[in-house]
């Protein structure tokens, strides 16, 4: 047994009623991740502002960001824990409404990007995202991160 399966979820993300399968929706609309969520974004706007106001340049910058999601078997175990945060890093982005990527990496051929820097995000795209993963593909991420600077 390794040590990942005796970690517990540490956000204890239990469904409220009868869910057959979590959707992207469930998971960033949980009390347990939108409390978190809305930490993480308070947290990142104040550690900006301090940041800004330390700085000697007043200009604000936009960050972009590419995710490079692993895709891989050893993954596998913890494909909810995944799951959940994916959701709460994309659901930080979304409301700080930084402009962001997605790309998967798992075989040597089956890179893909999920979504495109200034393609809209929504709940829809973010259920299409989490249904991409199967977990079950080896690990190559230099080779991910050639495609998506290729694409």
């Known amino acids: ?16 009623g009868k869910v057959e399968k979590w959707t992207y929706q469930l998971l960033a609309e949980s009390k347990p991740l939108s409390r978190f969520v809305a930490m993480v974004v308070r947290d ?5 502002e301090r ?15 590419c995710l ?12 909810n824990q ?12 979304r409301k700080l409404e930084c402009r962001f990527a997605v790309a998967r990496f798992g075989g040597l051929k089956s890179q893909k990007l999920l979504k495109k820097l200034d393609e809209p995000f929504s709940h829809a ?14 690990t190559y991420p ?3 991160l050639q495609a998506v600077c290729d694409t």
Request: aromatic letters at 10%; a negative charge.
């Open 51 to 65: 940041f800004y106001a330390k700085s000697s340049v007043h200009t604000r910058h936009e960050i972009e960001w």
């Open 125 to 138: 795209r973010g259920e299409q995202i989490l249904e991409s993963f199967t977990y079950d593909e080896g």
């Open 82 to 93: 995944c799951a959940e945060a994916l959701v709460v890093v994309l659901e930080v982005l």
């Open 68 to 79: 490079m999601m692993d895709n891989s078997g050893s993954l596998s175990p913890r494909n």
């Open 44 to 48: 990142f706007r104040a550690l900006f």
């Open 1 to 16: 047994q390794n040590i990942a399966s005796t970690i517990a979820d540490p956000l204890q993300v239990q469904p409220e």
């Open 142 to 144: 230099a080779t991910a």
